[in-house]
């Protein structure tokens, strides 16, 4: 089945650095991804939605600035949490769906998530 | 407005057991999806199920079976002969089929202990 693969799976960082997280499809091509943030023992909450070649659509109260989205190609988008501090600690998951026709199904497919602590 | 509502959020059972999660959504939408996850300690979301708005007919998959009742606007799942292996947070999800099918709306999920 389709794969979809996120990059680092867990980051530790110092307050006031920017980390970038990557969102790839393996093996097919997604003009949209999703960017989700879970807080430890709560829902998963959409942040924004990654479209290739063009500006990221973001949540109401997500910050733009904070968490920069770049979808530069069909199989990979990423995140950047700037300046971090620590009440970003979380675990982002990124989602993206295959639109080929082959798997069109409405089927999501997840990454494994990164887990983001900041110090 | 669309919403899940997963009532219960931690349950208890010992292996073997049959277990039923609850999931109760919202939505004005007439056309849309409906999706199971299953979360285990390490992260990452398994696909479950998904099930389209036009579709009510129950499906079961080996020890997982899922009632769909748009009467009542639930989608329950239920796991006969629970194992260890089945503990994990559970999430119900929604989205409509128009939106590209990549906004989904979460529940709160639910914690599911299996203790041997």
């Known amino acids: 089945g389709a794969v979809v693969s996120q990059h680092p799976s867990w980051v530790i960082c110092k307050s006031g650095t920017s980390v970038k997280i990557e969102c790839r499809s393996l093996?097919?091509?997604?003009?949209?991804m999703f960017w989700y943030r879970q807080f430890p023992k709560q829902s998963l909450m959409l942040m924004a939605t990654?479209?290739?070649?063009?500006?990221?659509?973001?949540e109401q109260g997500v910050e733009k600035d904070k968490f920069l989205i770049n979808h530069a190609s069909l199989t990979l988008s990423t995140l950047t949490v700037t300046s971090a501090h620590p009440e970003d600690s979380s675990f982002y998951i990124c989602s993206a769906r295959d639109v080929s026709g082959r798997a069109d199904t409405g089927e999501l497919f997840f990454g494994e998530g990164s887990r983001l602590t900041v110090l | 407005a669309q919403k899940v509502t997963q009532a219960q959020t931690e349950i208890s059972v010992v292996e073997k057991e049959d277990v039923t999660l609850d999931c109760v959504y919202e939505t004005r939408d007439t056309t849309y999806y409906l999706f199971w996850y299953k979360q285990p300690p390490s992260g990452e979301l398994v696909f479950l199920i998904r099930?389209?708005?036009?579709?009510?007919q129950n499906e079961i998959s080996g020890r997982y079976s899922w009632n769909f009742q748009k009467s009542t606007s639930s989608f329950n799942f239920t796991i006969t002969a629970s194992q260890v292996v089945d503990s994990a947070v559970y999430f119900c999800?929604?989205?409509?089929?128009?939106?590209?099918?990549?906004?989904?709306?979460f529940g709160q999920g639910t914690e599911l202990s299996v203790k041997p």
């Open positions: 093996d097919f091509q997604a003009t949209t």
């Open positions: 099930r389209n708005s036009f579709d009510e």
């Open positions: 990654s479209n290739e070649g063009s500006k990221a659509t973001y």
């Open positions: 999800a929604l989205t409509p089929i128009y939106n590209q099918g990549g906004k989904l709306i």
